[in-house]
């Protein structure tokens, strides 16, 4: 069966370093979106990605952050200088088709970020 | 604005026994309703989902959830629960047009033996 894959599983890294976040959605998957959940928490929508530009961004996501499909495969979350309230799990994940009969998201197992 | 709520934080139940896992929705128009799981260390999983037709919803792991518009509810159900459904429980809507999923707090469901 198709999944989202995502790398790293885990990263730690030190405040005010660059991290990249790195996901494969599932091949024919048109829309793509990064979720984060702080330890046990809600998830939390970030943005979702379109036909290669952001479709939609909530107000956690600032400028320390950026999303890119850099080939017909991969789609990076980008964090520039990482805070120490920006250590959660990141998940990615994928849809086929906005509503209609398939809206369901595919979710990786995502990226747990600490930071130092 | 659309939003959902689950207002337990934990459910405690006996395995064998049945469960329910609570769900109440705000939502303009239509709802559209999910239920996601997620095991330990792991990502969401997807359940089921009402999007329109029969109010109740069967979906994987034998799970099933009855939409009810005059409660504004959409209740994760099962007949019996196994210790190896303990895992946490999150309500999901998409916003508007799909291009958004807002969650519910999550409901951490314990099966004991």
């Known amino acids: 069966e198709p999944e989202v894959t995502q790398t790293p599983s885990h990263q730690v890294t030190q405040m005010g370093q660059e991290v990249i976040l790195r996901c494969v959605p599932i091949?024919?998957?048109?829309?793509f979106y990064w979720y984060r959940q702080i330890l046990g928490q809600k998830v939390e929508f970030l943005v979702s990605f379109y036909n290669n530009e952001i479709s939609e961004k909530s107000e956690i996501f600032d400028d320390q952050f950026s999303v890119e499909r850099p080939d017909g495969s991969n789609f990076t979350l980008k964090i520039r200088s990482t805070k120490l309230e920006d250590s959660a799990m990141y998940f990615c994940?994928?849809?086929?088709?906005?509503?209609?009969?398939?809206?369901?998201?595919?979710f990786g197992e995502g990226s747990r970020l600490t930071v130092l | 604005a659309q939003s959902v709520a689950q207002p337990e934080d934990q459910v405690n139940v006996a395995e064998g026994n049945p469960l329910t896992v609570k769900c109440t929705y705000s939502v303009s128009g239509n709802p559209y309703l999910f239920w996601y799981v997620q095991y330990p260390n792991r990502g969401l999983q997807f359940l089921l989902k009402?999007?329109?037709?029969?109010?109740l919803v069967k979906g994987s792991y034998g799970f099933e959830a009855e939409f009810n518009k005059s409660q504004t509810s959409f209740h994760l159900k099962k007949p019996s629960a196994l210790v190896s459904d303990s895992a946490l429980y999150f309500c999901?809507?998409?916003?508007?047009?799909?291009?958004?999923?807002?969650f519910g707090s999550g409901t951490k469901l314990n099966v004991k033996p």
């Open positions: 999901a809507a998409p916003i508007y047009n799909f291009n958004k999923f807002y």
């Open positions: 994940a994928s849809q086929k088709l906005l509503g209609g009969s398939t809206g369901e998201l595919f």
């Open positions: 009402y999007i329109t037709g029969d109010n």
């Open positions: 091949s024919n998957h048109l829309y």
